[in-house]
C-alpha cells in the first residue's frame, strides 16, 4: 500500500531528519524522538512555532504510514551510529573544550562558539580504519539556561508586584546584568533581549535571549535589589582603597 503524501514533507528522510533522527530508529527510539520534537515544537512553549509543529505531526504521520521503517543515507565517512557529544549552554556560547569516550579511547575535543544542537563535529581518524568520524552536538540545559535553536531561554523570578504594577526590573543574565522596565499588567509574560542568545556562526545568525517573567515571593524588591547591588560594588575592600 503506497503511503498517502504530505504536502509538508517531501521525504521519508525528511521525516526522520524533522523528528531529529540522524539515522535508523524504530519502536520506542522513534516515538521517544518524536515526543521530545513536538513537545519542543508546540506554540505555547518556549522557542515554539505552529508551522514547526504542523510539520513534526505530518513527519510522524508519513512515517507511520511508511513500512518498513527507512534507513536515512550515511555520509561518505561518516559512522552510522556515532556516539553524541553533550555540552552546557556555557561552552555552546564560548566554545572549549570537553573529552569524548570513543569505546577505550578518551578524546580532547575542541568546541568552536556558537555550536548549535544537530550539528556535527569532525573526529579526525576517530572512526574506524582511522576514517574521519562526524559526530552530532547536543546542547543540554545547564545553570538555568537551555537553547532552542539560535536563542537562549531562561527564567527570572519577579516580586508580583513589580509584575501587576510595573517598575524598572535588573536580569542577571550569562553576559551580566541587563535592565528592563515592566509596564505592569499588560507585560508580556517573557522578554527578548536582543544579542544575547548563541553568537553568529557561518550562515546561522546571532541569537537571542527569552527571559520568562515568573511571579515569586522570595524575589528581593526594587530597594532589596538596589541594596544588594550596593553592597556588591562598595566590598570594604574597595572602601579601603
Known amino acids: 500500500m503506497r503511503a498517502r503524501s504530505h504536502p509538508e514533507i517531501a521525504s521519508a528522510t525528511e521525516a526522520y531528519v524533522l523528528l531529529g533522527l540522524t539515522g535508523r530508529a524504530e519502536g520506542p527510539a522513534l516515538t521517544a524522538a518524536f515526543r521530545a ?11 515554539g512555532d505552529e508551522a514547526r ?126 535592565s528592563a522596565w515592566l509596564v505592569g499588567a499588560c507585560q508580556p509574560p517573557r522578554l527578548r533581549l536582543k544579542g544575547l542568545g548563541l553568537p553568529a556562526r557561518g550562515q546561522r545568525p546571532q541569537g537571542h535571549l527569552f527571559v520568562t517573567l515568573e511571579a515569586s515571593c522570595d524575589a528581593p524588591s526594587p530597594a532589596e535589589d538596589l541594596l544588594i547591588r550596593f553592597t556588591r560594588v562598595w566590598t570594604p575592600d574597595r572602601l579601603a582603597a
Open 53 to 178: 509543529f504542523r510539520r513534526v505531526i505530518a513527519a510522524w504521520r508519513l512515517i507511520q504510514q511508511t513500512a518498513p521503517t527507512p534507513a536515512l543515507p550515511a555520509p561518505v565517512g561518516r559512522s552510522p551510529t556515532p556516539p553524541t557529544i553533550a555540552i552546557s549552554p556555557d561552552l555552546a556560547l564560548n566554545g572549549g573544550r570537553v573529552e569524548v569516550r570513543l569505546a577505550a579511547r578518551r578524546l580532547s575535543v575542541s568546541i568552536p562558539a556558537g555550536m548549535r544542537t544537530g550539528e556535527h563535529l569532525r573526529l579526525r581518524g576517530a572512526g574506524p580504519d582511522g576514517a574521519d568520524l562526524f559526530v552530532p552536538v547536543l546542547i543540554r540545559g545547564a545553570d538555568g539556561l537551555r537553547a532552542v535553536g539560535d536563542d537562549l531561554y531562561m527564567t527570572c523570578p519577579v516580586p508580583a508586584r513589580l509584575l501587576e504594577d510595573g517598575g524598572r526590573l535588573e536580569i542577571e543574565t550569562h553576559a551580566g546584568p541587563r
Open 37 to 47: 520534537a513536538v513537545k519542543a515544537a508546540r506554540p505555547d512553549a518556549p522557542g
